[in-house]
């Protein structure tokens, strides 16, 4: 089945199409919207390694003049170094304004693709195919783009939206155990913010490997984002509800080597975390955190801090988080399932919500 959205932002106006079965037709699509134009796609070295081919057959039915930038995959390319990498790589393919970059991967491809679409010559089309369910029904969406620093996740980046957003949700047939996973917990994440009936319909379907489910679950929570970031496009307000349990996750990310725990199992844990101890305040409705853990043990996602975790150590990478205002930080808690609400705080209290 075909789906198409509109995201209707200030800056712009953007397309989001998804179809089963896409990816192989990309290179028609991507010369019929950009007919003429040069496309720089930028990648991983893993999704050269399965897709290669094909990415080359594709681009060649393009009938436009292209070049594939290959990053080493994991989160350590979302850094200085390969966007300086990207930028001379442009330059050598003589890329200008009028050109496309393109972003084949998950979160970390999309995030620098776009951060480098968003600077270099001051700003090029940019498109988006994501690979990963992150991708699909997160991060390819709003047009958040950035690099990260020793210092923590995210910490250098633009708004920056894409021209359009090209999904196959068959790519998500192919994802590991893990991945699926990872990407789930993005998912629940949106069903806890805001969606009760989708929260409900998790619990009922465990197995979201039949394409006809996955479809529209990623759907319905590209709906969530749509009405978010409609109406916050800069993330000062409502859209942070997407940032439920990002505050202790990216903290946990930036703590343990890569790979210990992918984006999605880091959130699962932070999400888990703060609704435990928001509940314990009186912050939460009465067994949300046990109706949460139920849903985080069903998808096979952890919800425990590891046992190592130095807790002062945590709370300090957390006061890095960008939703620090000031003093004041801006957790995301839920009132109940299906409604999440955004509680200000000044930064000495975090303390308590990791105890």
């Not at 006061?319 to 930080?329: A, E, S, T, V």
Request: one cysteine or more; charged letters at 20%.
């Amino acid at each position: 089945m075909k789906y198409q959205l509109s995201i209707n932002m200030k800056s712009g106006k953007y397309h989001v199409i998804m179809e089963s079965g896409l990816f192989h037709k990309i290179g028609k699509t991507l010369g019929e919207y950009f007919p003429g134009k040069k496309i720089a796609l930028i990648t991983n070295n893993n999704l050269v390694d399965v897709y290669g081919e094909t990415l080359q057959k594709q681009l060649n039915a393009s009938e436009c003049e292209w070049e594939i930038i290959v990053l080493p995959a994991g989160d350590s390319s979302k850094s200085l170094n390969s966007l300086t990498y990207i930028y001379k790589k442009l330059i050598e393919f003589q890329m200008t304004r009028e050109d496309v970059i393109v972003s084949f991967g998950g979160g970390v491809i999309g995030d620098i693709s776009g951060f480098a679409a968003s600077t270099f010559l001051r700003g090029v089309d940019f498109v988006q195919i994501p690979t990963t369910l992150i991708g699909q029904v997160d991060s390819s969406i709003g047009g958040k783009t950035a690099v990260n620093m020793p210092e923590g996740k995210n910490l250098i980046g633009t708004f920056y939206s894409p021209s359009y957003v090209f999904s196959d949700p068959d790519f998500i047939m192919t994802l590991s155990d893990f991945h699926m996973a990872d990407g789930m917990a993005e998912i629940i994440k949106y069903a806890c913010v805001a969606d009760t009936d989708l929260f409900s319909d998790l619990i009922q379907m465990s197995n979201l490997r039949r394409t006809d489910l996955i479809e529209s679950i990623i759907y319905r929570c590209c709906l969530i984002k749509k009405e978010l970031i409609e109406q916050d496009e800069k993330d000062q307000g409502i859209r942070m509800l997407s940032n439920f349990g990002h505050t202790i996750g990216h903290a946990i990310e930036n703590l343990f080597d890569y790979g210990t725990y992918g984006h999605g199992q880091a959130v699962a844990i932070g999400m888990q975390s703060i609704t435990e101890r928001s509940e314990a305040l009186g912050l939460t409705g009465i067994n949300t955190s046990a109706m949460l853990k139920e849903m985080l043990q069903l998808y096979g996602l952890p919800f425990e801090f590891p046992a190592n975790i130095n807790k002062e150590l945590l709370a300090k990478t957390a006061m890095k988080d960008k939703k620090r205002r000031g003093n004041k930080m801006n957790l995301v808690l839920l009132k109940k399932i299906g409604t999440g609400y955004i509680y200000p705080i000044d930064k000495s209290e975090f303390k308590k919500f990791i105890e």
